[in-house]
């Protein structure tokens, strides 16, 4: 291994520069975007992770699921943690948290993410639900793969948000976090059109039963359903998906990351009224005039998961991605 290490490596360098690529080399450090200078790289995230307090959360609609809680809250008690059993993720901010084990299905893990993210507190999923799909293990192997977390042998993979905000006619707004996707459809069941804006300029508009905005993430769920592509979760875009369109020619939409989408409702019927969806869980009712500016949150969710669990593997064994 040293003598392929010095064939592909350049000589003639300062010592720090062989010490750096050593540590890499054994997935101790890793690049950062950024730099003063475009094209640089700068090593200088610790990939080596050290937990002392944890919150355990769990599902309490899942009553088989509590005496699992404390099974866990044990065996990080264990390794020299603090811990703490949650129901309420209210609770996070009432005491230093630096690891949240979430214990669900994916709807608990949504809820995770909107929760920790605004804390920076990394997020350890354990499935004890029906798809898993973002969790981080199963609930039957959660022993091998939380201590993979706790040596440090793990990935810690940060998640693109969406910030989702209303603004009435008055002049009134509201913000939300998206961990997957913000829908707006109609309060009843029928179509409507919902006039586009990228970066204040005016796209075409979407006719039919709505429209859905999409994280990477999210674009393995509602969106997906829909018709909409697969992305991989570190890609840095907007992924827009009509519901049910009336024409053919409206088709899924990609668009960078920093880009502002404003999505206006609008009815042929006095009466029609609109709702947004975020993440399938927090519903809002858009009284007339009303619109949703959305863009890039201001945080990103933070996943822990063994390394062996990637993204492709998951979508071949969850959803049958790539089976004949």
Not at 127 to 140: P, R, V
Not at 199 to 211: C, K
Request: with cysteine; proline share 7%; net charge positive.
């Amino acid at each position: 291994m040293i003598h392929y290490f010095f064939r592909i490596v350049p000589h003639n360098r300062p010592p720090f520069f062989y010490l750096i690529c050593i540590l890499y080399h054994f997935g101790l450090v890793g690049p950062v975007r950024g730099g003063p200078k475009k094209g640089y790289l700068f090593f200088a995230k610790i990939r080596v992770m050290k937990f002392h307090c944890a919150a355990v959360f769990y599902n309490t609609r899942k009553t088989a699921v509590a005496p699992l809680a404390q099974v866990v809250r044990d065996y990080l008690a264990k390794n020299g943690l603090t811990v703490r059993v949650i129901t309420s993720l209210d609770e996070l901010a009432n005491a230093p948290t630096d690891l949240l084990v979430s214990m669900g299905g994916d709807g608990t893990m949504l809820c995770c993410a909107r929760a920790a993210a605004p804390l920076n507190i990394p997020i350890f999923g354990i499935n004890c639900g029906t798809l898993g799909f973002l969790a981080s293990c199963e609930k039957n192997d959660f022993k091998t793969s939380l201590q993979q977390v706790l040596d440090g042998n793990c990935a810690l993979n940060e998640r693109f948000m969406l910030q989702v905000r209303l603004l009435t006619a008055d002049g009134k707004t509201q913000d939300f976090l998206a961990f997957n996707d913000c829908v707006l459809r109609a309060a009843e069941p029928r179509s409507f059109l919902t006039e586009a804006a990228f970066n204040g300029a005016s796209i075409p508009s979407y006719f039919g039963d709505g429209v859905i905005v999409s994280t990477p993430t999210g674009s393995t769920a509602y969106s997906l359903a829909a018709g909409g592509p697969i992305i991989e979760p570190e890609v840095d875009v907007l992924l827009v998906t009509p519901i049910c369109p009336h024409t053919l020619n409206q088709r899924p939409l990609i668009l960078p990351g920093n880009a502002t989408l404003t999505l206006t409702p609008t009815f042929k019927q006095e009466t029609g009224r609109a709702l947004a969806s975020i993440d399938g869980q927090i519903n809002l009712s858009l009284p007339p005039g009303a619109k949703l500016e959305i863009t890039r949150g201001p945080v990103r969710a933070k996943l822990l998961c063994p390394k062996e669990r990637g993204f492709f593997s998951i979508l071949n064994r969850k959803l049958n991605w790539g089976n004949r």
